[in-house]
């Protein structure tokens, strides 16, 4: 019987071919395919590879090669039928018969295919036209090189949507199909069909084979949404799919781990700055059907992707609703972690800021699904009162009841009853609640004190903060223009940075220039590569071409936007050193509760909160 060609698509889709083989044999990782001693012919040394990104196995031996379904026919012994049944069966797929409507359904999706590739081609060409030079600038700003850009296929769709449609038109496609794929909208009344994207820098969006089903656009100018996505047509389902999820798969495959951003800016960060397994959801929160598709993407054992949410209430709100929708789904070595950012910062502006360091740092101070269930339901509880003790564990495990799978929630409940006990036996080490008339007990040595001066919202953490983009742009643009060192002089000398390489050169221009103010760029560039900084003067230079970074180093220089940035590197830069005295009190407090380190840690919280317009009473 013949199968609807759609449906064997689906089939291979579901079922990676490595997890089809290594039911059956014993596969071995060798770089981003598996091999084997091959199961067809008899032999010592593996010849037999599997390569899921390709979809199919091959045997330099003895010359097998398939896909999943040639693979079960031949090792389980099977007609083509029988292992398409088996193959449904493990994906969840009922086999349906073929039909002559099927076939052309088929049919016309190819060529919806054909045409919207057609589509991303018009878009990247447009980039690089005059019409596209504001949106090229645009991406160029965001620190996107020429490379970078054609790596993830960027364009741009100009005001006008009459070329896309005379292109389309010539290669033989009707308006109709133009507006079924989703890139124009029908007509009003006696006129032509309008393109739905217009004036917007242009992310094509894949499937999972890597085939461009839709697009997302970012206006450039005028009002409108900031970002629009392609409506939901025959290729794409918005809650289906997550941008980047073609490339993420193969990441996963190669060990990297899947990170869950907010958009498309954000995904592309993160891959640039090494971050292979980055997605993002298509303007919606995470659906449940996405997160299924995250557990396919990752190898067994590795099914725990990172979930990034911004540090405010907003992104605290996004993370609850996200636990909800994954509780019912949890199965064994199912998952997910929650990692919270900095306020007002997203994975783009950290690693652009703070470079990849700063990101990483978050990425390992990541929260296990547990625990971020604890603190959704226990922040904001007095659990000094035993009635606030019993109110959340009932909230806990009313949390647990949700998840489905049996093994899965009964280890969650453990875990809560576990996390219960110790809380109780917590406030039975300390004499039970506090004594009426505020009195506390002095505490035990070694022991941290609670209380409002030990708050452990407070604590600091260790984030280390790279500001090399900041700094390269500031010291090419003293290279270029020693001029300004009268104006920006006393402050460059006062930072220091965490860049070995560019303290050294900051230092140095801040010598040359100290000593000699009437130095010209030339002169000055000149005297720092012979003092051995060459490398580092050309990497700065570098940089600034690359990135085409102008407002300070080139001939009409933004003295106020290097002013700007200068004072921001400064503040960046007294904030991490106050965080590093705060680190470092909080720590000879633990090691020593002493009238004269808990004086130290007020004292530095003082300084901390009052640098950004508060006070530990609350106020400001």
């Given at each position: 019987?013949?199968?609807?060609?759609?449906?064997l698509?689906?089939?291979?889709?579901?079922?990676?071919?490595?997890?089809?083989?290594?039911?059956?044999?014993?596969?071995?990782?060798?770089?981003?395919?598996?091999?084997?001693?091959?199961?067809?012919?008899?032999?010592?040394?593996?010849?037999?590879?599997?390569?899921?990104q390709?979809?199919?196995?091959?045997?330099?031996?003895?010359?097998a090669?398939?896909?999943?379904?040639?693979?079960?026919?031949?090792?389980?012994?099977?007609?083509f039928?029988?292992?398409?049944?088996?193959?449904?069966?493990?994906?969840?797929?009922?086999?349906?018969?073929?039909?002559?409507?099927?076939?052309?359904?088929?049919?016309?999706?190819?060529?919806?295919?054909?045409?919207?590739?057609?589509?991303?081609?018009?878009?990247?060409?447009?980039?690089?036209?005059?019409?596209?030079?504001?949106?090229?600038?645009?991406?160029?700003?965001?620190?996107?090189?020429?490379?970078a850009?054609?790596?993830?296929?960027?364009?741009?769709?100009?005001?006008?949507?009459?070329?896309?449609?005379?292109?389309l038109?010539q290669?033989?496609?009707?308006?109709?199909?133009?507006?079924?794929?989703?890139?124009?909208?029908?007509?009003?009344?006696?006129?032509?069909?309008?393109?739905?994207?217009?004036?917007?820098?242009?992310?094509?969006?894949?499937?999972?084979?890597?085939?461009?089903v839709?697009?997302?656009?970012?206006?450039?100018?005028?009002?409108?949404?900031?970002?629009i996505?392609?409506?939901?047509?025959?290729?794409?389902?918005?809650?289906?799919?997550?941008?980047?999820?073609?490339?993420?798969?193969?990441?996963?495959a190669?060990?990297?781990?899947?990170?869950?951003?907010?958009?498309?800016?954000?995904?592309?960060?993160?891959?640039l700055?090494?971050?292979?397994?980055?997605?993002?959801p298509?303007?919606?929160?995470?659906?449940?059907?996405?997160?299924?598709?995250?557990?396919?993407?990752?190898?067994?054992?590795?099914?725990?992707?990172?979930?990034?949410?911004?540090?405010d209430?907003?992104?605290?709100?996004?993370?609850?609703?996200?636990v909800?929708?994954l509780?019912?789904?949890?199965?064994?070595?199912?998952s997910?972690c929650?990692?919270?950012?900095?306020?007002?910062?997203?994975?783009?502006?950290?690693?652009?800021?703070?470079?990849?360091?700063?990101?990483?740092?978050v990425?390992?101070?990541?929260?296990?699904?547990s625990?971020?269930?604890?603190?959704?339901?226990?922040?904001?509880r007095?659990?000094?009162?035993?009635?606030?003790?019993?109110?959340?564990?009932?909230?806990?495990?009313?949390?647990?009841?949700?998840?489905k799978?049996?093994?899965?929630?009964?280890?969650?409940?453990?875990?809560?009853?576990?996390?219960?006990?110790?809380?109780?036996?917590?406030?039975?080490?300390?004499?039970?609640?506090?004594?009426?008339?505020?009195?506390?007990?002095?505490?035990?040595?070694g022991?941290v004190?609670?209380?409002r001066?030990?708050?452990?919202?407070?604590?600091?953490?260790?984030?280390?903060?790279?500001?090399?983009?900041?700094?390269?742009?500031?010291?090419?643009?003293?290279?270029?223009?020693?001029?300004?060192?009268?104006?920006?002089?006393?402050?460059?000398?006062?930072?220091?940075?965490?860049?070995?390489?560019?303290?050294?050169?900051?230092?140095?221009?801040?010598?040359?220039l100290?000593?000699?103010?009437?130095?010209?760029?030339?002169?000055?560039?000149?005297?720092?590569?012979?003092?051995?900084?060459?490398?580092?003067?050309?990497?700065?230079?570098?940089?600034?071409?690359?990135r085409?970074?102008?407002?300070?180093?080139?001939?009409?220089?933004?003295?106020?936007?290097?002013?700007?940035?200068?004072?921001?590197?400064a503040?960046?830069?007294?904030?991490?050193?106050?965080?590093r005295?705060?680190?470092?009190?909080?720590?000879?407090?633990?090691?020593?509760?002493s009238?004269?380190?808990?004086?130290?840690?007020?004292q530095?919280?003082?300084?901390y909160?009052?640098?950004?317009?508060?006070s530990?009473?609350?106020?400001g």
């Open positions: 019987m013949a199968l609807p060609p759609q449906f698509e689906e089939l291979r889709t579901r079922l990676p071919l490595s997890d089809v083989v290594m039911k059956r044999i014993r596969l071995i990782r060798a770089g981003r395919e598996f091999k084997a001693p091959c199961p067809f012919h008899n032999e010592k040394s593996p010849s037999f590879y599997v390569n899921d390709k979809g199919f196995f091959h045997c330099f031996g003895c010359g090669h398939g896909d999943q379904i040639g693979f079960v026919m031949r090792h389980d012994n099977l007609s039928m029988e292992a398409v049944e088996q193959l449904a069966a493990e994906a969840g797929l009922p086999v349906p018969k073929a039909s002559p409507q099927e076939r052309q359904r088929y049919e016309r999706q190819k060529s919806l295919y054909d045409l919207v590739e057609r589509a991303a081609k018009y878009y990247e060409q447009q980039l690089f036209t005059q019409a596209g030079q504001k949106a090229l600038d645009y991406l160029r700003r965001r620190g996107l090189d020429e490379e850009i054609a790596r993830f296929r960027l364009g741009f769709a100009p005001q006008d949507g009459s070329g896309l449609h005379g292109m038109t290669a033989g496609y009707a308006e109709a199909d133009m507006i079924e794929a989703g890139l124009f909208k029908r007509p009003d009344a006696g006129r032509g069909a309008r393109a739905f994207f217009w004036g917007r820098v242009m992310f094509p969006v894949t499937d999972r084979r890597g085939r461009v839709a697009f997302g656009g970012r206006i450039m100018e005028g009002e409108g949404p900031k970002y996505n392609s409506a939901d047509n025959p290729l794409f389902h918005k809650g289906h799919l997550l941008y980047g999820m073609s490339r993420a798969r193969q990441a996963a190669d060990g990297h781990t899947l990170i869950v951003t907010e958009g498309y800016m954000d995904v592309i960060s993160c891959v700055a090494g971050f292979e397994g980055a997605v993002a298509l303007g919606t929160a995470l659906t449940e059907t996405q997160i299924l598709e995250l557990w396919k993407l990752a190898p067994e054992g590795r099914r725990t992707p990172i979930l990034c949410f911004d540090g209430n907003a992104g605290r709100r996004a993370a609850q609703r996200a909800e929708r509780l019912p789904l949890l199965v064994p070595d199912h997910a929650v990692a919270f950012l900095p306020e007002k910062e997203d994975p783009d502006s950290l690693i652009r800021t703070g470079g990849k360091a700063a990101l990483q740092a990425l390992e101070r990541a929260k296990p699904l625990e971020v269930l604890w603190e959704m339901e226990s922040v904001g007095d659990l000094f009162q035993p009635d606030a003790r019993a109110g959340l564990e009932a909230a806990l495990f009313e949390r647990c009841a949700q998840i799978d049996q093994r899965v929630r009964r280890a969650y409940e453990q875990d809560m009853r576990d996390r219960l006990f110790k809380l109780s036996r917590q406030h039975r080490a300390k004499g039970g609640p506090p004594r009426a008339g505020g009195g506390q007990r002095r505490p035990a040595p022991e004190p609670v209380s001066l030990f708050d452990r919202a407070m604590v600091t953490g260790r984030i280390q903060v790279d500001f090399s983009a900041q700094a390269r742009t500031l010291l090419g643009g003293m290279l270029r223009n020693p001029r300004y060192f009268d104006q920006f002089g006393e402050r460059l000398a006062a930072i220091t940075l965490d860049n070995a390489a560019l303290e050294e050169l900051r230092q140095e221009i801040v010598n040359q100290t000593s000699q103010p009437d130095m010209d760029g030339e002169s000055l560039v000149r005297i720092l590569c012979e003092l051995g900084l060459e490398e580092t003067v050309n990497d700065v230079l570098r940089y600034l071409e690359l085409g970074l102008a407002w300070f180093s080139g001939a009409n220089p933004d003295v106020e936007k290097a002013a700007r940035d200068l004072l921001d590197i503040r960046k830069v007294e904030d991490r050193d106050l965080r005295e705060l680190a470092e009190a909080e720590e000879n407090l633990r090691r020593d509760f009238e004269e380190n808990l004086s130290r840690l007020d530095l919280r003082r300084e909160l009052a640098a950004r317009g508060l530990l009473d609350g106020e």
